[in-house]
């Protein structure tokens, strides 16, 4: 649960809201200094039927969400792609992450 996780009080940023999730990953990455703590969360569509009601039939009409929506399986690819010392969690329907960029900037493949 997210009150005994140790992040409680840090800033996420909610991929959920980005029309263009990658353009917002590229972004992200470019001006995150080396080393930079990356904390986020995504919305994982399929996981509860009732947060997906509220998310298709309240967020997704109203703008808060938007699609494409992340597998929690295509977030953990990714993120261990670009980033190291990745930490994941779920709360509910939502995954959150903390992982750190690179001091090279480089992918780690």
Excluded: Q
Excluded at 20 to 31: G, H, L, P, S, Y
Excluded at 33 to 58: A, E, H, L, P, S
């Amino acid at each position: 649960m997210l009150e005994t996780h140790p992040l409680r009080k840090e800033h996420l940023i909610g991929f959920y809201a980005f029309p263009d999730k990658e353009k917002a990953f590229i972004e992200i990455k470019r001006v995150l200094k080396n080393n930079g703590i990356f904390i986020g969360c995504f919305y994982v569509k399929g996981m509860t039927k009732r947060t997906d009601w509220f998310v298709n039939n309240i967020f997704v009409e109203n703008g808060t969400f938007t699609s494409p929506f992340f597998t929690r399986n295509g977030i953990l690819e990714k993120l261990n792609r670009e980033y190291k010392e990745l930490e994941i969690w779920n709360v509910g329907s939502i995954v959150c992450f903390k992982c750190k960029k690179y001091k090279n900037g480089m992918d780690c493949a």
